[in-house]
């Protein structure tokens, strides 16, 4: 439809043949010709409605500012809907009213509707803005979700929730064996897994309480609740989430963990799952590991100019250790790859010992470690370095045994990656030593320590200027020369940043260049606190300061900057 359009706004002379070409070549890579022409600006979204409404005698509304009902929408499935292109606006005395944004097979549409519908069918034009976002609206994954819910109470009014049949499918996308009563929490399932996509989140947290069952997704370091699920779907949707990461359904006293592989658009992404018996029944928790959205190059990273040259000088040396420290979800394994993937060249064997492998990277030998048979991070590294190693990961350093068979490796002609959970970069240097390192070991290992952490951006779409005043940002530590021009930016809330504000996550970093001055400090028993002076003195940015030029540079908020890091 779309191409037989995008031809007659060609012969009435509306595009160019050139215009035409394009759109059929992105057609041709799956995306829609008439979008694609709208997003060049080789028609305005106006003109292109009016045009429409002339050429096929249709009128023409904005969809925007309707508010449809769920009653509405759910005479008209998803899946027919998005391959329609129609949504239905109004119900009235066996009439519905279905808004189009793409008239050219308007006819085979309505034959399909009334079939369909058994009803009379008339249509409107709207613009492919207001469409998409109706779409999105009324047919996306939380609309799924209230969908699902609805359906289920009006289905199973006399449903016991210990009767419910555990066994719901065969597979996660094989759904032969699932029956009429399944699919509400299939289409459940599936409404909160497209939404956490949609929404670009990194886990999704689906909850039992005694009174509550609810669903929440982490978006840019935050959990915000989505649903409120009733309590009779709990065992339906837990075992749902199970089967679908081929966990054992019949298993609920302990601890499980499992993997779900889906495609959506042409991409596919992972979802790691955990299931965790608590006191009203099991949480399920998944990480979505998106690897077309992952970010691999250093220069994008966040790293200013600096701190790069010295982490490069760091993971470039023929022997020695590089670590990469902060909290859960800060993105120390991303650094990691990244480092991996700048190392990764024909004539080095690159090896990696991980708890789980989260991404699969081309050319570097990925082990997956498994404590319950004794493949420990030790073991494992144990074990690659008689595999001729020049490039060395280790997942993370959480104890002596891991810690001592890392810094022999370094010691020993390898490079070596890997993470520890410390607060800033000096502290790695107390952490290896409480574990019982000695400090010369320390010292002739370390080749540099960084410390990050993930800081939100403001929302583009309703990003203000705020005011804030003098005397706070010089308790921050700005001196009169840094506080001349500068401003800061805060995000408003709009219907792009889900209202918070923000969108997306940029890393700040605190590197530590381990000098031979920092080293003798260390041999000499030095406090943290006199050693971070010191390397703040040779030119190390903490991690407050990094965070105070994200906000100069206006990417993220004097707010998030300081709730997210320590005093200097």
């Known amino acids: 439809m779309s191409k037989q359009l995008a031809e007659l706004l060609l012969k009435d002379r509306i595009i160019s043949q050139t215009h035409l070409l394009e759109a059929l070549e992105a057609g041709r890579q799956g995306k829609s010709h008439i979008r694609f022409l709208i997003d060049r600006k080789y ?18 509304i904005n969809l925007a500012k309707f508010e449809i009902s769920s009653e509405v929408t759910r005479i008209i499935p998803p899946d027919h809907a998005r391959k329609n292109q129609v949504i239905p606006i109004q119900l ?3 009439t519905v009213v279905v808004a189009l944004p793409d008239p050219a097979n308007a006819q085979a549409t309505v034959e399909s509707l009334k079939f369909l519908l058994k009803m009379n069918v008339e249509m409107v034009l709207t613009s492919y803005s207001a469409f998409d976002a109706a779409m999105a609206k009324y047919y996306g994954g939380a609309a799924s979700v209230g969908a699902a819910i609805e359906t289920f109470r009006k289905d199973n009014k006399d449903v016991d929730e210990g009767a419910l049949s555990l066994e719901l499918v065969e597979a996660h996308d094989i759904d032969k064996q699932s029956t009429i009563q399944d699919a509400p929490v299939i289409a459940l399932v599936n409404g909160i897994l497209s939404e956490a996509i949609r ?5 999704i947290h689906v909850e039992p309480y005694e009174k509550r069952f609810r669903v929440r997704l982490r978006v840019d370091g935050v959990l915000y609740e989505i649903a409120e699920i009733p309590k009779e779907m709990k065992r339906a ?4 989430f199970k089967i679908m990461s081929r966990m054992d359904i019949a298993e609920s006293r302990v601890p499980q963990d499992g993997r779900i592989k889906l495609k959506t658009s042409g991409a596919e992404i992972d979802f790691r799952v955990n299931s965790m018996p608590t006191l009203f029944g099991e949480k399920i928790v998944l990480r979505m590991l998106n690897s077309g959205s992952l970010n691999l190059d250093l ?13 490069k000088k760091g993971i470039y040396q023929p022997n020695g250790m590089v670590l990469v420290t902060g909290p859960t979800g800060s993105g120390k394994t991303t650094t990691l790859y990244s480092a991996l993937i700048e190392l990764n060249k ?51 350093i959480r104890d002596y045994e891991t810690a001592e068979v890392s810094i022999q490796a370094a010691l020993t002609g390898h ?3 890997s993470t520890l959970h410390t607060n800033d970069a000096p502290s790695t240097i107390t952490r290896l030593m409480n574990m019982g390192i000695e400090p010369f070991l320390v010292v002739a290992s370390l080749n540099a320590i960084v410390a990050q952490r993930l800081l939100r951006t403001i929302c583009p779409s309703c990003k203000v200027e705020e005011r804030v005043p003098r005397e706070r940002m010089v308790a921050l530590g700005l001196s009169a020369a840094e506080l001349e021009g500068f401003r800061c930016f805060k995000g408003t809330g709009c219907k792009h940043c889900n209202n918070t504000g923000y969108r997306g996550r940029v890393a700040i970093y605190e590197v530590l260049d381990f000098s031979p001055r920092l080293k003798e400090m260390v041999l000499k028993g030095e406090t943290i606190m006199e050693i971070k002076k010191q390397a703040v003195k040779d030119g190390m940015k903490t991690l407050r300061m990094a965070a105070l030029t994200k906000v100069a540079e206006g990417r993220t908020s004097l707010e998030e900057a300081v709730s997210l890091t320590m005093e200097n």
């Open 237 to 240: 949707v837990t075992a749902r």
């Open 299 to 311: 220069i994008k990273l966040g790293f200013e100019k600096e701190q790069l040259e010295t982490f």
């Open 43 to 60: 028609i305005a979204e106006t003109k292109l409605l009016y045009y429409l409404s002339q050429k096929f005698g249709l009128p023409s």
């Open 92 to 94: 009235d005395k066996g």
């Open 346 to 396: 024909i004539a080095d064997n690159l090896s990696t010992a991980e708890d789980p492998v989260e991404y699969n990277l081309e050319g570097i030998n990925q082990v997956q470690v498994h404590k319950e048979i004794g493949l420990t991070f030790a073991n494992v590294l144990r074990s690659l370095l008689r595999q001729d190693p020049d490039v060395i990961l280790v997942g993370e």
């Open 199 to 203: 929404r670009k989140a990194s886990d």
């Open 415 to 417: 490079m070596v990656l």
